[in-house]
């Protein structure tokens, strides 16, 4: 034996598994969406074998579903003392895995539990800012389809439900950051490594836990499509309200979609630092534009439950740290000639803020006009040094008077069956999704 034992059973891990031993039919892949920690797994008449699962192969005959953890495959549950022969499960193939939250929460959240964590948030979790894995080669040219949420931190995000619950009983602003989920594409990788940049200079507080599928398929159907299949759930844009049980559902569509047509899954996080530059800049060589200091509109509730949380003797630094950072402002510049809005080319890169930050629907911002917009950004960052907040180009809350830019609300199209036929033909959405849609009136043909 190996010294690992089953109380309950009384039946080392060893001899657990010899007895499945001539049982097993197909071999699997296990995966969370994180692949870190560890996972219950119950094999065979509740027989439980608990290993740290890392993506190689590991073997079983049939997965009984807890109430604590749920198995996706091609975008389906796998259901209760099923044979995985039952969904057409083949060797090599790739599940998904995602845990329940078992905590007294008033909303629905599914978190990977490879870290353990209560609300999909890290505490003492490594990063990794490579991108996830080498594994790709080729792959690389490949339309990348994906999805993207927030991490916050843990102490963070559990003193902010905490303080809003004694503001006025609603946890509205911390459970739109966890369920928070970006659904995209990009041409290839280096171009969706370059939206995940994007997204890093403009979220100050969270660090992203990133799923991408690199596959030679056309990642514009395949994001329409998943932009249908969850219009009911959609927040703003590109941005939707999904928990952890709806995430795994899409892995598992990347996972089959991967092994179908030749493609590679991968899932990596962010870091949580961004530095900044202090070092002068020279005279610009494309003259003319706008320094800009821009913060989120975050609206009065918000600011007042932040606040709280400052005054509060019991709120650790760490945390007051976190607060002041997500109320900082954000110095930049802009050009003239290349930001689309030659009278106020700030506007052009602060669009791009409302993009990145699904949980804004205003910013506030001033400008300064400047011949050297570049150099003069510089400037008022070494001057402002003092006042870093230590993330990239953020900086302690700048009280000149500022005025509003709000989202702009997208009008879908309606489409015609044949358009609808095409998405269903992609796998990643069903018949029965498209139809229940139609059904609630949230499609017509």
């Not at 049982?23 to 870190?36: A, E, N, S």
């Not at 003492?124 to 931190?153: H, M, P, Q, T």
């Not at 000639?337 to 001033?366: D, S, V």
Request: some cysteine.
């Amino acid at each position: 034996m190996d010294g690992s034992y089953n109380k309950a059973t009384g039946v080392g891990k060893q001899q657990q598994q010899q007895a499945l031993g001539d049982q097993l039919q197909v071999k699997i892949t296990i995966k969370t969406i994180d692949k870190k920690g560890y996972v219950n797994l119950y094999v065979d008449e509740g027989i439980l074998i608990q290993d740290l699962l890392t993506p190689e192969n590991i073997q079983a005959l049939q997965l009984s579903a807890t109430d604590h953890h749920y198995l996706f495959f091609g975008g389906r549950k796998l259901e209760a003392d099923r044979q995985l022969s039952h969904y057409n499960i083949s060797s090599g193939s790739t599940i998904l895995c995602a845990v329940r939250d078992t905590t007294n929460c008033t909303y629905a959240i599914y978190p990977t539990s490879f870290v353990w964590d209560s609300e999909a948030v890290a505490e003492g979790v490594d990063d990794n800012e490579d991108g996830g894995n080498n594994e790709g080669g080729d792959k690389d040219n490949f339309d990348v389809v994906y999805f993207v949420y927030l991490i916050l931190d843990k102490e963070f995000s559990d003193k902010l439900r905490e303080t809003e619950q004694q503001h006025d009983g609603s946890t509205e602003f911390s459970t739109l950051l966890r369920q928070l989920t970006k659904i995209g594409r990009a041409a290839n990788w280096k171009d969706f490594m370059d939206k995940i940049s994007h997204l890093r200079t403009w979220n100050n507080f969270a660090a992203f836990q990133c799923v991408a599928l690199s596959y030679p398929g056309n990642s514009e159907d395949a994001e329409n499509a998943l932009h249908l299949a969850y219009s009911a759930v959609r927040h703003a844009g590109e941005w939707f309200l999904l928990n952890m049980f709806d995430r795994a559902c899409v892995a598992s569509l990347f996972e089959r979609a991967a092994e179908r047509l030749g493609g590679v899954v991968r899932y990596f996080r962010t870091s949580w630092a961004l530095g900044c530059s202090f070092v002068p800049r020279a005279i610009d060589t494309q003259p003319n534009g706008q320094v800009y200091f821009a913060e989120y509109g975050l609206g009065q509730r918000v600011i007042a439950v932040l606040v709280t949380m400052l005054n509060d003797n019991n709120t650790s630094n760490s945390v007051k740290g976190w607060c002041r950072r997500i109320m900082s402002t954000k110095i930049g510049c802009a050009w003239r000639t290349t930001c689309g809005y030659p009278q106020e080319p700030a506007r052009g890169r602060l669009n791009n803020m409302l993009w990145a930050c699904g949980f804004l629907q205003t910013i506030y911002y001033r400008t300064v006009n400047t011949h050297h917009p570049m150099r003069d950004e510089k400037l008022e960052h070494i001057n402002q040094i003092q006042n870093w907040s230590g993330y990239g180009e953020w900086f302690n809350k700048d009280d000149g008077e500022k005025q509003p830019l709000n989202t702009e609300d997208r009008n879908f199209a309606c489409h015609d069956v044949d358009f609808y036929s095409h998405l269903i033909s992609t796998g990643f959405i069903s018949m029965q999704t498209v139809q229940k849609l139609a059904d609630d009136g949230r499609i017509m043909f």
